[in-house]
C-alpha cells in the first residue's frame, strides 16, 4: 500500500520546499541559514545535552544502552488558531479520562448502561481492583496527562493515544526550548512564541492544590524515582530541581499509622504529596507485587486514608489502556454530553471477530498494537513489515485476538528536518502536557514533538531511534506575546550565566 504524499507543516503539500504564506518568516530564515550553519548550531545543542547528562534508552542495542537524545534544530510550529481548537479537545478529554476513572472506582454508571463491555475492563490487567472505592484528594486521578497527537492534513489532527499513568517527555520540551533560545535567538525575534519555562511552576502548583485536607497549610510534595538505573532518571531530577523539591527513592520515605514520613537529616519530616513515576506494580509492596524494592510499604494505606495525594493515582492505567480507548468517543460523549472534539484514529478491535476477519485480511495495509505496548514494542507497520513479520503477527493475532488492535497506516504530517543531504521531510507526531489540579484544567502552550529520523519512517519513539524537536505554539495577542517574551528573555540570560 503507497501512502498519499504526507502534508508538511511548514512547506505544505507542494513539490517545492516554499513556507506556507503563515509561516513566512520561518520560512525566510530557513532560506537565509546554511545548512552547515544549521548543522553547527545542532551540534552545539548536542553537545549541551552530552554534558547535562540528557540520555534515553535504546533497548536491545548491545552497543549503547543509553544515548544523547536526538535533537533536530528545525523548529515545528502550531498557529495560534489551531493551538485553541487542540486546546478545547484536550480539555475535554481529560476531563472525561478523570470522570472515566472516577466512574470506575466507583459506581461504575457506564458499566450499568452498557457503554463499555465489563470484561474489558475487570479481565484487564491495568484495572487494580485494590483501588476500588477509593477516591483521590479533591477528586482528581489524572493530574498530567500527555495525549499523543498526530495530524495528517492542514484541519486534520487525531489522538493516537492516551497517557495517563506516568507520561514522560517534558524536560525535553523545556531542553530543547532553553537549547533554541540560546542558539536561534533570531527566531524569537521574528515570531512571537509562547513561553513553556513556567511548567515546573504550574506543576508545582497543581501538586499543592491538591493537597489532602489532613495536611497544614505548607504541604510537602516531592518526586517518587525509581533510582538513578532508570532510563527517564534524568527527568525525575531535574524536575524536582526545577521545582525545588525533595527527590526521593523508596528507602528516604516511611509509612507510620497511615501517615507519610520523609527520612530527613534533621529527623522525619511529613510528606503530603507524592509525584511518583514508578509504575502500580511496584508502589507498595503489601498491596501490588511482594517483591518490589522500589516501593514504599504502606503507602496505599496512607492514600486510602486520605493522608496523602499520588500523582497520578494508582490505577490509572486503566485509561490509557489502548481497548479502552477504541472506546474514547463514546466515554467523552458519555461524560461530556457531546461529541469529542479530537476525534481517534479509526480502530479496530481484534477482540471482535469481524474486526478480527479484516484485519487478518489487511495486515499487509495496517497497524498493528498490543493494548498494553509503549514505547514501539510490539507493533506492526504493515506497509514496511517483511513477509515474516507478518506471518508472525498474523499467528498472534489468531492465538490471542484480545491482546491486539488495529489501524490504518496515517499518512502522518512531516516538518522539515536537517538530514545528512539537508533538508528533508520527517514524519513527527505531537505530546502535548496537560495539568489537571483541584482549580481546573491547563494545557502547557508547546509539547514535545517526535520526530522519525529515518527516511520514510513512521515511528518516532526515541526508544526506536527517532529524535525530538521543538514546538513553537505561535501568539496572536500583544500583551501575551510580551509576557512570553520576557520569560524567554530571562530564560536566556540564565543560560548565559
Given at each position: 500500500?503507497?501512502?498519499?504524499?504526507?502534508?508538511?507543516?511548514?512547506?505544505?503539500?507542494?513539490?517545492?520546499?516554499?513556507?506556507?504564506?503563515?509561516?513566512?518568516?520561518?520560512?525566510?530564515?530557513?532560506?537565509?541559514?546554511?545548512t552547515?550553519?544549521?548543522?553547527?548550531?545542532?551540534?552545539?545543542?548536542?553537545?549541551?545535552?552530552?554534558?547535562?547528562?540528557?540520555?534515553f534508552?535504546?533497548?536491545?542495542?548491545?552497543?549503547?544502552?543509553?544515548?544523547?537524545?536526538?535533537?533536530?534544530?528545525?523548529?515545528?510550529?502550531?498557529?495560534?488558531?489551531?493551538?485553541?481548537?487542540?486546546?478545547?479537545?484536550?480539555?475535554?478529554?481529560?476531563?472525561?479520562?478523570?470522570?472515566?476513572?472516577?466512574?470506575?472506582?466507583?459506581?461504575?454508571?457506564?458499566?450499568?448502561?452498557?457503554?463499555?463491555?465489563?470484561?474489558?475492563?475487570?479481565?484487564?490487567?491495568?484495572?487494580?481492583?485494590?483501588?476500588?472505592?477509593?477516591?483521590?484528594?479533591?477528586?482528581?486521578?489524572?493530574?498530567?496527562?500527555?495525549?499523543?497527537?498526530?495530524?495528517?492534513?492542514?484541519?486534520?489532527?487525531?489522538?493516537?493515544?492516551?497517557?495517563?499513568?506516568?507520561p514522560?517527555?517534558?524536560?525535553?520540551?523545556?531542553?530543547?526550548?532553553?537549547?533554541?533560545?540560546?542558539?536561534?535567538?533570531?527566531?524569537?525575534?521574528?515570531?512571537?512564541?509562547?513561553?513553556?519555562?513556567?511548567?515546573?511552576d504550574?506543576?508545582?502548583?497543581?501538586?499543592?492544590?491538591?493537597?489532602?485536607?489532613?495536611?497544614?497549610?505548607n504541604?510537602?510534595?516531592?518526586?517518587?524515582?525509581?533510582?538513578?538505573?532508570?532510563?527517564?532518571?534524568?527527568?525525575?531530577?531535574?524536575?524536582?530541581?526545577?521545582?525545588?523539591?525533595?527527590?526521593?527513592?523508596?528507602?528516604?520515605?516511611?509509612?507510620?499509622n497511615?501517615?507519610?514520613?520523609?527520612?530527613?537529616i534533621?529527623?522525619r519530616?511529613?510528606?503530603?504529596?507524592?509525584?511518583?513515576?514508578?509504575?502500580?506494580?511496584?508502589?507498595?509492596?503489601?498491596?501490588?507485587?511482594?517483591?518490589s524494592?522500589?516501593?514504599?510499604?504502606?503507602?496505599?494505606?496512607?492514600?486510602?486514608?486520605?493522608?496523602?495525594?499520588?500523582?497520578?493515582?494508582?490505577?490509572?492505567?486503566?485509561?490509557?489502556?489502548?481497548?479502552?480507548?477504541?472506546?474514547?468517543?463514546?466515554?467523552?460523549?458519555?461524560?461530556?454530553?457531546?461529541?469529542?472534539?479530537?476525534?481517534?484514529?479509526?480502530?479496530?478491535?481484534?477482540?471482535?471477530?469481524?474486526a478480527?476477519?479484516?484485519?487478518?485480511?489487511?495486515?499487509?495495509?495496517?497497524?498493528?498494537?498490543?493494548?498494553?505496548?509503549?514505547?514501539?514494542?510490539?507493533?506492526?507497520?504493515?506497509?514496511?513489515?517483511?513477509?515474516?513479520?507478518?506471518?508472525?503477527?498474523?499467528?498472534?493475532?489468531?492465538?490471542?485476538?484480545?491482546?491486539?488492535?488495529?489501524?490504518?497506516?496515517?499518512?502522518?504530517?512531516?516538518?522539515?528536518?536537517?538530514?545528512?543531504?539537508?533538508?528533508?521531510?520527517?514524519?513527527?507526531?505531537?505530546?502535548?502536557?496537560?495539568?489537571?489540579?483541584s482549580?481546573?484544567?491547563?494545557?502547557?502552550?508547546g509539547?514535545?514533538?517526535?520526530?522519525?529520523?529515518?527516511?520514510?519512517?513512521l515511528?518516532?519513539?526515541?526508544?526506536?531511534?527517532?529524535?525530538?524537536?521543538?514546538?513553537?505554539?505561535?501568539?496572536?495577542?500583544?500583551?501575551?506575546?510580551?509576557?512570553?517574551?520576557?520569560?524567554?528573555?530571562q530564560?536566556?540570560?540564565?543560560?548565559?550565566?
Open positions: 500500500m503507497a501512502l498519499k504524499l504526507a502534508f508538511d507543516e511548514i512547506w505544505g503539500t507542494g513539490a517545492a520546499q516554499v513556507a506556507r504564506p503563515e509561516l513566512a518568516a520561518l520560512g525566510s530564515w530557513l532560506a537565509d541559514t546554511t552547515s550553519d544549521l548543522r553547527r548550531r545542532q551540534q552545539a545543542a548536542e553537545a549541551a545535552f552530552r554534558q547535562l547528562g540528557i540520555t534508552a535504546v533497548y536491545g542495542d548491545g552497543d549503547a544502552a543509553e544515548r544523547i537524545i536526538p535533537f533536530d534544530i528545525v523548529p515545528r510550529v502550531f498557529l495560534a488558531d489551531e493551538w485553541a481548537r487542540l486546546s478545547e479537545g484536550l480539555v475535554q478529554r481529560v476531563e472525561a479520562i478523570n470522570a472515566f476513572l472516577d466512574d470506575i472506582y466507583g459506581e461504575r454508571r457506564i458499566l450499568a448502561e452498557g457503554v463499555i463491555p465489563p470484561d474489558l475492563i475487570f479481565g484487564n490487567p491495568q484495572f487494580r481492583p485494590e483501588i476500588a472505592g477509593m477516591r483521590p484528594p479533591h477528586g482528581v486521578w489524572a493530574h498530567i496527562c500527555g495525549i499523543d497527537l498526530v495530524r495528517t492534513g492542514p484541519n486534520d489532527f487525531y489522538v493516537l493515544e492516551d497517557n495517563a499513568r506516568t514522560s517527555g517534558v524536560s525535553y520540551m523545556l531542553e530543547n526550548r532553553e537549547a533554541m533560545l540560546r542558539l536561534c535567538p533570531e527566531l524569537f525575534r521574528s515570531l512571537r512564541v509562547a513561553a513553556v519555562d513556567s511548567y515546573p504550574k506543576l508545582l502548583e497543581t501538586m499543592r492544590s491538591v493537597t489532602p485536607l489532613s495536611a497544614g497549610n504541604p510537602v510534595c516531592v518526586v517518587l524515582t525509581p533510582g538513578h538505573y532508570n532510563s527517564a532518571y534524568y527527568e525525575h531530577s531535574f524536575l524536582a530541581d526545577s521545582m525545588g523539591i525533595e527527590l526521593v527513592e523508596a528507602a528516604d520515605l516511611v509509612v507510620d497511615d501517615i507519610v514520613w520523609m527520612r530527613t534533621s529527623g519530616v511529613r510528606v503530603d504529596v507524592i509525584y511518583r513515576r514508578i509504575d502500580d506494580d511496584y508502589l507498595d509492596p503489601l498491596v501490588f507485587r511482594p517483591d524494592m522500589l516501593g514504599v510499604p504502606g503507602l496505599i494505606a496512607a492514600y486510602a486514608a486520605g493522608n496523602v495525594a499520588i500523582i497520578n493515582a494508582p490505577g490509572n492505567g486503566i485509561a490509557d489502556d489502548k481497548a479502552i480507548y477504541s472506546y474514547m468517543p463514546e466515554i467523552v460523549r458519555f461524560y461530556s454530553g457531546g461529541d469529542a472534539k479530537l476525534p481517534n484514529v479509526e480502530t479496530y478491535r481484534c477482540r471482535e471477530p469481524q478480527l476477519q479484516y484485519v487478518l485480511d489487511n495486515l499487509s495495509d495496517l497497524v498493528v498494537k498490543l493494548v498494553d505496548g509503549s514505547g514501539g514494542y510490539g507493533m506492526l507497520v504493515g506497509p514496511t513489515a517483511t513477509k515474516a513479520e507478518i506471518e508472525a503477527f498474523r499467528a498472534a493475532l489468531v492465538a490471542e485476538p484480545q491482546r491486539y488492535i488495529a489501524q490504518p497506516t496515517l499518512a502522518l504530517s512531516t516538518v522539515p528536518t536537517l538530514a545528512d543531504d539537508g533538508l528533508s521531510p520527517r514524519h513527527v507526531d505531537f505530546r502535548p502536557f496537560v495539568l489537571t489540579g482549580k481546573g484544567v491547563q494545557v502547557v502552550p509539547g514535545l514533538t517526535r520526530v522519525a529520523l529515518k527516511q520514510g519512517s515511528v518516532v519513539n526515541s526508544s526506536q531511534g527517532g529524535g525530538t524537536k521543538d514546538s513553537f505554539v505561535l501568539l496572536d495577542n500583544g500583551e501575551a506575546g510580551t509576557v512570553a517574551a520576557q520569560s524567554q528573555s530564560q536566556q540570560q540564565q543560560a548565559q550565566n
